[in-house]
């Protein structure tokens, strides 16, 4: 495996898949359609600026580079979004990755690993949470995102297509050496929320409810680092390349953290005061997502190195270097 193609790399987490690739040695091409991207993100790979739904510019690209393999990443990802406009979630994540394994198909591209979500469970049975619980659901992002998986299954049987999907639990932090790092507008997760606030951009970070049945009673999450998400891209790339079986693997650090943990923390982590105020609770937020990552220890070889103060300090490294984000 030499040259890796990375779809949707000017994004957040494709952008640090991009930089361990290169670290690492491969040539590098990326998709994207910047629609969501910061071509500033992508740095030492070659950038194809197009959307996977247009057949004829993937052919483009499979006929203009070798590609060993495929790491899928381009997808809308708002969940508040995807429950008011499923169409545009079904219409953009299924439609692209059946185009991209269409382009694999014909082109003879035998392996692929496609960013899922740990929203595919909906609300949790247990936890910690393994890949055999049940998959149900509760926004059309996590359903699209499940409905994806059920095609690289099929097409696995139906033309030997490997794949490795990796269900993300809550990622954040940032590379601080190659200096890329979240951008997302409008902001919607909780870290760079609260950094935001640290920053002066925000008056206050809102806590979305405090009466879960939690410690605490705000919700918990399982936070992991971007660069151990990329990692872990990386071994079941390899995985596959071996002649590893596909499968749904979960990314996580196992550890839950509530959303006071998580100010508390960063209020430690910058120095900073960061005003917060209860809020009313935020529509379908499950009271505490945990992962077991024994699968993707055990079958991968993965192991996240990285913990909630190292994720936060790591963050706030980019967004107080880069206020606006790629913007200026
Ligand atoms: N959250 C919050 N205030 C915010 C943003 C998020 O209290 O301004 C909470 C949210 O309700 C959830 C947790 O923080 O319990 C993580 O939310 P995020 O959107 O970052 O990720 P999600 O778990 O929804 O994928």
Same mark, same amino acid.
């Given at each position: 495996?030499?040259?890796? $193609? *990375?779809?949707?790399?000017?994004? %957040? ?8 690739? *290169?670290?690492?040695?491969?040539? =590098? ?19 194809? !600026? ?10 483009? !690209? ?11 990443? #381009?997808?809308?990802?708002? *969940?508040?979004?995807? !429950? ?24 003879? =591209? ?35 995102? $499940? ?5 690289? +299954? ?13 269900? %993300?639990?809550?990622? #954040? ?38 009466? %879960? ?12 680092? !971007? ?11 390899? %995985? ?27 209020? &430690?982590?910058?120095? +900073? ?17 945990? #992962?077991?990552? &024994?699968?993707?220890?055990?079958? $991968? ?28």
């Amino acid at each position: 495996m030499k040259t890796i $193609l *990375v779809a949707g790399g000017a994004g %957040y987490i494709g952008s640090h898949m991009v930089a361990l690739l *290169v670290e690492k040695g491969y040539d =590098v091409v990326v998709v994207d359609n910047l629609c969501t991207g910061h071509w500033q993100a992508v740095k030492g790979a070659k950038l194809r !600026v197009g959307d996977l739904r247009d057949g004829n510019f993937l052919d483009q !690209v499979f006929s203009e580079f070798p590609i060993d393999g495929v790491i899928n990443f #381009a997808a809308y990802s708002l *969940v508040g979004e995807s !429950v008011t406009n499923p169409l545009k979630y079904y219409g953009n994540n299924v439609a692209g990755s059946q185009s991209m394994l269409t382009a694999m198909k014909n082109h003879g =591209v035998k392996k692929i690993v496609f960013s899922s979500t740990a929203a595919t469970y909906g609300e949790p049975e247990k936890q910690p949470i393994e890949e055999t619980d049940r998959t149900e659901p509760t926004n059309p992002y996590g359903a699209t995102k $499940l409905a994806i998986e059920g095609m690289l +299954k099929w097409c696995d049987r139906a033309y030997g297509i490997k794949y490795a999907a990796l269900r %993300y639990f809550n990622a #954040a932090g940032a590379n601080t050496e190659v200096g890329i790092g979240e951008d997302h507008n409008p902001e919607s997760h909780l870290i760079p929320i609260v950094l935001q606030a640290a920053l002066g951009k925000r008056d206050h970070v809102g806590i979305f409810g405090d009466d %879960y049945p939690t410690p605490d009673g705000t919700c918990v999450r399982d936070y992991i680092h !971007v660069r151990d998400l990329a990692s872990a891209h990386l071994l079941a790339l390899e %995985y596959l390349d071996k002649g590893g079986e596909s499968g749904s693997f979960n990314l996580g650090n196992g550890t839950g953290y509530s959303v006071k943990e998580i100010i508390d923390t960063a209020r &430690k982590v910058t120095g +900073k005061a960061i005003p917060a105020t209860v809020e009313p609770r935020r529509a379908g937020d499950p009271s505490v997502l945990i #992962a077991s990552n &024994k699968k993707a220890q055990e079958v $991968l070889g993965w192991k996240p190195e990285r913990g909630l103060e190292q994720i936060i300090s790591d963050a706030w490294t980019w967004h107080s270097s880069h206020p606006d984000g790629y913007g200026k």
